[in-house]
DNA sequence: ACTAAAAATGCAAATGAGTTGCAAATATAT
DNA sequence: ATATATTTGCAACTCATTTGCATTTTTAGT
């Protein structure tokens, strides 16, 4: 009964977030963004489609799917490394970042976002030979206007 | 006369790097770092091997090198995009970071460093509908003893 | 609801940046 | 100068992601 309820209540959020970025309502999208909902990745495009029940989907489909929750802005994609595109749902109220371990790649994520405190903070996690990559990414003055 | 001289320069400069890294000096690794140290990028691996004079060598040379500079910490690559990786001569007493146009895609760099006076800073140049990343790069506790 | 038009999906095939194996060439150390 | 180790070129390969097209599902209009 309560996970009726539950999952119901998961269908109408993840239906709201779909028509708000104007996306058609199907199945593959529905069980990606409630994966995503669910479950704080970040996850590769192959953990996704893995983690979703047999026969959901294509794993095109999942691809199909997360490049256009990244044009909507519903999912952020994070660039660790060549060949290493995480996605997780973007939810404005809980901004973070990411630090991935260089050898055993295992992903950790801090609240924090002012740069010294950011490696201080890192610094008493216990994490040694600190670098970060910072990338902007916005719309030029030239194409405002096209 | 002024020209060769200054030639000689670069080399001497580039052998050094490459000793500073423990790593051979060989033909193509020189022209690469010269490259890098004359342009500054970021630029693609095929960008460099085509700014390179004919013949200099091999692309895969190329995807080697970079490979190499990059775990010597010589280069700094970085990831805007899904299948764009950009490498640029990493000189600490410059750090910066980057801005893409999400159209475009030219790349401009900033010497800002505290994240709300970047995004004032580049606010001021033109930019609209600002996004970033960030992401940290350690090695933490528990790789730190093997 | 019913139907036509538009959009999304599955499958198979293609793409393409980057990697790998191996023999030949070059660099380093003694 | 010679032997050893490293690097390079070439060709073939890899593998995540993309694309084309026929079929299915969704949407919007009546």
Redesign the interface.
């Known amino acids: 009964m309560a996970s009726i309820k539950k999952d119901i209540n998961w269908e109408t959020k993840v239906i709201e977030l779909l028509k708000e970025k104007k996306l058609s309502i199907t199945v593959p999208r529905k069980m990606i963004i409630r994966l995503l909902l669910k479950e704080h990745g970040p996850f590769s495009a192959e953990e996704i489609y893995n983690k979703l029940p047999k026969n959901t989907c294509d794993q095109v489909t999942v691809y199909r799917c997360l490049n256009q929750f990244v044009e909507t802005q519903l999912v952020t994609?994070?660039?660790?490394?060549?060949e290493m595109?995480l996605f997780e749902f973007n939810d404005p109220h809980h901004h973070h970042?990411?630090?991935?371990?260089?050898?055993?790649k295992?992903i950790?994520s801090f609240h924090d976002?002012?740069?010294n405190k950011?490696e201080t903070s890192?610094a008493k996690?216990?994490?040694?030979?600190?670098?970060?990559?910072?990338?902007?990414?916005?719309?030029?003055?030239?194409?405002?206007n096209?």
């Open positions: 994609p994070s660039y660790f490394e060549k595109v970042h990411h630090i991935i371990c260089k050898i055993c295992k950790d976002c002012i740069l950011i890192l996690k216990g994490y040694k030979d600190i670098q970060h990559r910072l990338e902007f990414i916005g719309v030029c003055g030239a194409c405002q096209s």
